[in-house]
């Protein structure tokens, strides 16, 4: 009889781990299938300034080209002289750290075939436009996998009329590469 008890122990010692293996396996198994623990799963943000709205950003993973849709409601008219997209700011923070440092129109930031100058006529308050612009990293255009999340800002160099150019960071924006 004492060799059934020990038996039945082994049982029952067997049958609740392997119960409870079961569990976190499918545990496991459900955190996977949701993607509870992807890090791909960045939420596209875009937080821009007061008097600055932006939305729709997209990058793309080969040319690391931003587009996104911005509106301004500064209650006046402007008139934007550059854009730019940096992976950082500079030391001091009042423009980026890489690429189009300065926020000018020059044509070698901006995408072939879009020109800047089309987003830069007057842009009148509570009216948006969609912009493509290179982004910058320390290594060049700010190129990823497709899926992974790029974090960056976007500087607006606009003049408002009466003052001069105002160089301003407007937006920093969550994308996913696509």
Do not use: E
């Amino acid at each position: 009889m004492h060799h059934h008890h020990k038996a039945q122990a082994a049982v029952d010692f067997m049958m609740s781990y392997g119960i409870a293996m079961m569990i976190i396996f499918i545990a496991i198994a459900i955190i996977f299938k949701t993607g509870l623990l992807n890090p791909l799963l960045v939420p596209s943000t875009c937080n821009p300034i007061p008097g600055f709205g932006c939305s729709q950003q997209s990058i793309n993973s080969t040319t690391g080209i931003l587009t996104f849709t911005l509106a301004q409601a500064t209650g006046t008219s402007i008139t934007i002289n550059g854009f730019a997209c940096s992976m950082a700011p500079n030391a001091i923070g009042d423009k980026p750290q890489y690429g189009n440092i300065f926020v000018t129109n020059a044509m070698r930031f901006y995408p072939s075939g879009y020109d800047p100058s089309n987003a830069l006529s007057p842009l009148p308050s509570g009216t948006s436009n969609t912009i493509k612009l290179y982004c910058y990293s320390g290594a060049g255009a700010a190129k990823g996998n497709i899926g992974n999340a790029f974090f960056g800002y976007v500087w607006l160099n606009y003049t408002v009329t009466g003052y001069g150019s105002i160089v301003q960071r407007v937006a920093s924006i969550t994308a996913k590469y696509d």
